[in-house]
Structure formats: structure tokens, C-alpha cells
């Protein structure tokens, strides 16, 4: 029969073999790892994406929260995301929320916040500003070596924006019929305009509008307060003190000392 001495080299060969595998293997997986973890992350967002606005045509909104929240936990420059949260939040009528993330689906594109009273041409220079100085865009485990395509890009543009802030417009206005209708007053109004960063917004409304610009309103927050100075008091003296040696003298004048013996 054979000798096993002769079957020790073809093992050590195919064992050798299975590693130089492995190895290779292991080494393609490696340099297609951030295509992989790329391709898995972007399956992620756009089912996620999908079911946003499925939801949101089915006036799921709750529903629609999560999925788009779940968008920007993992891509927070995702434009839509952020518009879908918007609509989500007006569909639940949280205001506050709804105008935040509609300001943030804007500053995605824009870069900054642009005023309130900027025209499509002034945010048209603002994405053009944008997209001349931005970076390729790249997110962790996407492919870093490609820019956002052009006609992706495209799809952002003026009137684009300019739609996303006649919504957030529509739930600042009507954040503020319904802070009317709950009796807040002026002040409470122009306080949360001004925490949403929109101090400069002029309501629809011609009543709102001339309750959260009253001259008279405005001149009383804008005065300084009077400083109430407390009255000078004496100060409180106390039980009087004990004239021990007027008692002592008129004890002894009156007899007492001597009597006493």
C-alpha cells in the first residue's frame, strides 16, 4: 500500500491552498466592505423613505415621524427627510416641530437660514453659493470618491425651497391663530416667533399682525423697568436696656439695702 509519508505534502499543499482562500477572500470583502456597508446604508434610507410617504398619503403620521426621524438619525443633511417631517408634524399640528424641521430641510440646501423676507432670486444666489464651495458629499461607509450627481442636486433648487417655506409660513401661521384662540397675549407670540428664529415674520392674519406689532406693546416691553428702591427704616432698637445702676442707687436711696437688715 502507500506510505503515509507520501500523503504529508499533499495536505500541507491543500491546506496551503484553503489559506491563500481565505486570505483572498478575506481581502476582497475588506475593499468591498464600504461599498457593501454603502449600498446597505442606502437600501436603509430610501425604504425608509418609501414608507415615510406612504404613510404620510395615508394620514399615518406618527408613523411617518419614525421613519423619517430614523432617515436623519442616519443622514442628517437628507433633505426629504426633513420636509416629510415637516408635513408629518403638521398633520399632527405640532407647529414648533413642523417649522424646525422645514427651517432644516432649507439650511440642507441654502446653508444658512435665509431671511424671512427673501425672494427666490436671493435663494437661488444662496444655492449657488452653496454648491460652488461645498465638498463632495460623503457620509460614513458611502463612497467618498463622487460628488452628488448633478441632476440629483438639480431637484433642490429655488422653487424648490421656496416651497418648503410657503409650508413652514402656513404652520407659523397657523401656530399662531391657535396661540390667539388659547388667549396668549402679544408678548407670548413674538417669544415664540422669536425661539423659532423667526422674530422678523409678518402674519397673514391683519388681527394677529396688529397685535404682535402694536407700537403702544412694543414701547412698554421695550422700557426699561423702574427700579423700586425700598424706604429707609430705623432700625427696630429693642426692649430698652436695664438702668441697673439707677436701680441699684434708688434700692439703696429708698431704704432698702438697710432695711433689708
Same mark, same amino acid.
Given at each position: 500500500?502507500?506510505?503515509?509519508?507520501?500523503?504529508?505534502?499533499?495536505?500541507?499543499?491543500?491546506?496551503?491552498?484553503?489559506?491563500?482562500?481565505? @486570505?483572498?477572500?478575506?481581502?476582497? @470583502? @475588506?475593499?468591498?466592505?464600504?461599498?457593501?456597508?454603502?449600498?446597505?446604508?442606502?437600501?436603509?434610507?430610501?425604504?425608509?423613505?418609501?414608507?415615510?410617504?406612504?404613510?404620510?398619503?395615508?394620514?399615518?403620521?406618527?408613523?411617518?415621524?419614525?421613519?423619517?426621524?430614523?432617515?436623519?438619525?442616519?443622514?442628517?443633511?437628507?433633505?426629504?427627510?426633513?420636509?416629510?417631517?415637516?408635513?408629518?408634524?403638521?398633520?399632527?399640528?405640532?407647529?414648533?416641530?413642523?417649522?424646525?424641521?422645514? +427651517?432644516?430641510?432649507?439650511?440642507?440646501?441654502?446653508?444658512?437660514?435665509?431671511?424671512?423676507?427673501?425672494?427666490?432670486?436671493?435663494?437661488?444666489? @444662496?444655492?449657488?453659493?452653496?454648491?460652488?464651495?461645498?465638498?463632495?458629499?460623503?457620509?460614513?461607509?458611502?463612497?467618498?470618491?463622487?460628488?452628488?450627481?448633478?441632476?440629483?442636486?438639480?431637484?433642490?433648487?429655488?422653487?424648490?425651497?421656496?416651497?418648503?417655506?410657503?409650508?413652514?409660513?402656513?404652520?407659523?401661521?397657523?401656530?399662531?391663530?391657535?396661540?390667539?384662540?388659547?388667549?396668549?397675549?402679544?408678548?407670548?407670540?413674538?417669544?415664540?416667533? +422669536?425661539?423659532?428664529?423667526?422674530?422678523?415674520?409678518?402674519?397673514?392674519?391683519?388681527?394677529?399682525?396688529?397685535?404682535?406689532?402694536?407700537?403702544?406693546?412694543?414701547?412698554?416691553?421695550?422700557?426699561?423697568?423702574?427700579?423700586?428702591?425700598?424706604?429707609?427704616?430705623?432700625?427696630?432698637?429693642?426692649?430698652?436696656?436695664?438702668?441697673?445702676?439707677?436701680?441699684?442707687?434708688?434700692?439703696?436711696?429708698?431704704?432698702?439695702?438697710?432695711?433689708?437688715?
Amino acid at each position: 500500500g502507500p506510505k503515509k509519508g507520501n500523503a504529508r505534502p499533499v495536505v500541507i499543499a491543500v491546506a496551503a491552498v484553503l489559506i491563500l482562500w481565505v @486570505l483572498v477572500i478575506a481581502a476582497v @470583502l @475588506l475593499l468591498l466592505a464600504p461599498r457593501i456597508k454603502g449600498s446597505a446604508r442606502n437600501y436603509v434610507i430610501d425604504r425608509r423613505l418609501e414608507l415615510g410617504r406612504r404613510y404620510l398619503s395615508e394620514m399615518e403620521y406618527e408613523k411617518a415621524v419614525a421613519m423619517y426621524s430614523g432617515v436623519v438619525r442616519i443622514d442628517e443633511r437628507n433633505t426629504e427627510a426633513y420636509v416629510g417631517l415637516g408635513d408629518a408634524y403638521t398633520g399632527l399640528l405640532e407647529w414648533t416641530p413642523a417649522v424646525q424641521n422645514y +427651517d432644516e430641510a432649507v439650511i440642507t440646501v441654502t446653508g444658512v437660514l435665509p431671511q424671512d423676507s427673501a425672494t427666490e432670486d436671493e435663494i437661488g444666489v @444662496l444655492i449657488s453659493q452653496v454648491q460652488a464651495s461645498e465638498e463632495p458629499y460623503t457620509e460614513d461607509g458611502a463612497d467618498d470618491t463622487q460628488p452628488v450627481p448633478e441632476e440629483e442636486a438639480a431637484i433642490y433648487d429655488g422653487p424648490f425651497i421656496m416651497d418648503v417655506i410657503v409650508r413652514r409660513d402656513s404652520a407659523l401661521e397657523m401656530g399662531l391663530q391657535e396661540m390667539a384662540a388659547s388667549g396668549a397675549d402679544a408678548a407670548q407670540m413674538r417669544g415664540w416667533l +422669536d425661539e423659532l428664529g423667526h422674530a422678523d415674520y409678518t402674519p397673514e392674519d391683519p388681527e394677529i399682525d396688529e397685535l404682535i406689532h402694536d407700537p403702544e406693546a412694543l414701547q412698554e416691553e421695550a422700557a426699561p423697568a423702574e427700579e423700586i428702591i425700598p424706604e429707609e427704616t430705623e432700625p427696630d432698637p429693642g426692649p430698652p436696656a436695664r438702668d441697673w445702676i439707677g436701680i441699684y442707687s434708688s434700692f439703696i436711696l429708698d431704704g432698702g439695702y438697710w432695711n433689708s437688715g
